[in-house]
């Protein structure tokens, strides 16, 4: 699925826009077979968009909104504010087709990744497996 432009975006009937928004649950849903896992802690989403043509950045990141609304109603991420979600939007130049990857991951903080006081995270023996657990590419 390709993600609109937000100058497209703007140019939309209310009602195209929201039908965007429910296309991209739609996609989402029937990729995960209907078992949509549930976000409990703050997640990072890196949206790679593959065009014909570039576009400027924000028009690549506003034209995400309904992508965004979408991953909220689904549950994979519990809010789309800062304190919930860091959004990363790349694109990359390519001949063949418009197509979007969305990769999820859980932010695991220092902190959080070794809660046993005076143990180093860094040296902590499931430090790789807590890096890289909860990723989801679509």
Not at 5 to 33: C, P, Q, T, V, Y
Not at 116 to 136: F, K, T
Request: some cysteine; aromatic content about 8%; proline content about 4%.
């Amino acid at each position: 699925k390709e993600v609109e432009s937000l100058n497209r975006a703007f140019k939309m009937h209310w009602g195209k826009r929201s039908r965007l928004s429910k296309d991209w649950e739609m996609e989402i849903w029937a990729f995960f077979k209907g078992r949509v896992p549930k976000a409990t802690a703050k997640m990072k989403v890196v949206v790679t968009s593959y065009r014909k043509r570039l576009l400027d950045t924000d028009n690549l990141a506003g034209g995400c909104k309904g992508l965004r609304d979408a991953l909220v109603r689904l549950g994979l991420i519990v809010q789309d504010s800062p304190k919930w979600c860091e959004f990363v939007y790349q694109q990359k130049q390519e001949g063949i087709r418009n197509l979007t990857m969305i990769e999820i991951e859980e932010v695991v903080s220092e902190k959080r990744a070794c809660d046993i006081p005076g143990v180093d995270p860094s040296v902590h023996p499931d430090r790789d497996r807590m890096a890289s657990n909860g990723g989801v590419g679509l």
